[in-house]
């Protein structure tokens, strides 16, 4: 791994090159990418280009690759990004693209470098950076390995992060990365190939559905969209993850997925059965609906696998019964609870967003987990 530090100076513009972390994560997703970044100080507004040649090779239709952008700000507003989402690269053919952005005295870091998403073969080459300098001149900033030219070992790229940020190595499984002859200039390119990817969530349209009535295909839309929301955040964390707690009255992740799977169950009795949990649904359920202190009991030492399998096995059963209903029913009072079956629904719709949000903070603020040899000195 390389630690090397690279520093130019253009008159009141100074960067540095990041160095590598050393913390290496493997993870399962649909997508991939790797990074350079550089210090960036400035009294000015600057301009900054970055170009690279870019092909796709590949039989799925939802592939494609790009080069990224993205400028991090000192008090981590949110400052300029550009992922070629609007332009994405499918071409099997080379072809140079190019990011056109800027950065202020505002601007802390600049990171760059390449993205491929679902399965396919992706080739890059020739990547460079210009910078406006103090007079208003785009100026060639060196990079590391920009040609790719020095050998791709282990899915090691010499001078290039794996993943987008520079604080962590992020090995995603489904992707292997090597030098490939078939370069846009040189010797070399860099070769990713993309294999047995699951497309994860993605911003989908709000509506009818085959097999449900319109309102029903609405409900079913929104519930589904919120899962695979909770389902791509939780998907990769470890049982460590899971089961850490923020402070002492805090939830666990692992039991929050189990808590949004019971409060479905329990909807799914009061709309359709008119009832509440019976004894072995209490018995099941009870805690990760409560909470508190019996879920903080109830809920450690299981992998991402056990949540995520109950949460699916329960919204199946929420679209199995769905489709023995139609809009008219959504209108009907559920006794001796002052709402609708509508409502009542969207108050899941409600509940899961609403715990989203709770995951979201809590995965954020997880610390690194301790080494052996530090559970040792805690035990002792």
Known sequence: MNHK???????ALFLSLGAMAQEVR????????????????????????????????????????????????????????DN?????????????????????????????????????????????????????????????????????ADNIVEEWTPGITQERITIVKEYTMSSSKDAYDG??????????????????????????????????TMLDDLKGRVKDRVKNLSTYELDHLHDEEANRIGALVMHLASAEVLYQNMTFENRRFNEEEQEKWGAALSLGDEGRKKYKGKPVSYYLQEYEKVRERTKELFKTVDDAWLQNDIPSSGMTNYFGWFHVI?????????ILFLSKRIPPEPTLEKKEEIKN
């Open 5 to 11: 530090k690279i520093v130019f100076l253009f008159g």
């Open 26 to 81: 493997e993870v399962s997703r649909e997508w991939t990418s790797f990074s350079q970044s550089l210090e960036v100080a400035t009294e000015t507004s600057r301009k900054f280009i970055f170009k690279g040649a870019v092909k796709t090779v590949t039989d799925d239709s939802i592939a494609w690759a790009g080069l990224w952008a993205r400028v991090d700000t000192k008090g981590d507003e949110r400052g300029f990004f």
């Open 84 to 152: 070629m989402g609007d332009r994405p690269v499918k071409s099997p053919v080379w072809n140079e693209y190019t990011i056109e952005g800027t950065f202020d005295k505002n601007a802390d870091k600049l990171v760059f470098g390449g993205l491929v998403l679902n399965d396919g073969d992706f080739y890059f080459d020739k990547l460079s950076l210009q910078i406006e300098n103090g007079q208003g001149i785009m100026e060639d900033v060196p990079l590391g390995n920009a040609g790719f030219e020095t050998a791709v």
């Open 187 to 220: 010797n070399y390119s860099l070769w990713i190939k993309g294999e047995g990817t699951e497309p994860g969530w993605s911003p989908t349209r709000i509506g009818e559905i085959d097999g449900y009535t319109p309102q029903i295909g609405v409900l079913i």
């Open 350 to 358: 409600e509940h899961q967003s609403s715990h989203l949000g709770q």
